[in-house]
């Protein structure tokens, strides 16, 4: 369990990893969102002591044009050559071909309600028949606000649940921004939380000061695994 580096300081990986300093975040998702961040974030990679993380993932750039495609996604395959997921948003791609070098370290994420497809397992069906090796980052988040109920999250995680490497927490609120989570976000998680593989990494987008990070970890982890715990969490 551990955190997106965008969600703790925005363009700046080095400022989040300082935060997570001294934090008992075992993984890290490093986040270059806006593709004018990604040959920064590149250059800093050789530098970053990653060491104390069990778990590394990268997020590409949420948007780029046609032209840019093909720069982003062999950048994504040197980034895939070090063992890292890559959690790629399925709304943004032209051309899926161009992403299918990257087979199985590819992660495609379920979106929220204020893209255009990409947001149910009928949406996410066709990338996927497209990107037959592709992993699944389950944004739960973004199927919570996408329905209240969780069934669409239920169908999400019931039919690519082989697939699923991360899930992203946080609570979605209406205008689609990452807030912290809150109890009724947690309990709403709980109804799907035993179908969830206990080997798949927990990365937090929540917004967090260095002194809220554990309680957010804590409250993060009691939603995904039992009702007793989310109530320790919340006393």
Known sequence: MGYSTGALA???VERALSMLEGSSATAVELSALRISELKPLLR????????????VSFHAPSRFDAAEERAV???????????????????TVHDLG????LGGFLALENMDKRKRTGRTVEELGPFFDALPDASFCFDIGHAHQVDR?????HFLVREHRTRLKQLHVSEVNAGSRHDALSQGAAHAFQRIAAHVPDDAALILETPASPAELERQMAIAQAALSSL???ESAHA
């Open 10 to 12: 925005l363009s700046d």
């Open 98 to 101: 161009t992403f299918r070098q």
């Open 44 to 55: 800093l990679l050789g530098s970053l002591d990653l060491s104390r993380y069990d778990y």
């Open 228 to 230: 007793k715990g989310l």
């Open 149 to 153: 109920t969780m069934t669409e999250a």
């Open 73 to 91: 996604a062999d950048a994504m395959a040197e980034v895939a050559a070090l063992g890292w997921l890559i959690v790629l948003h399925p709304d």
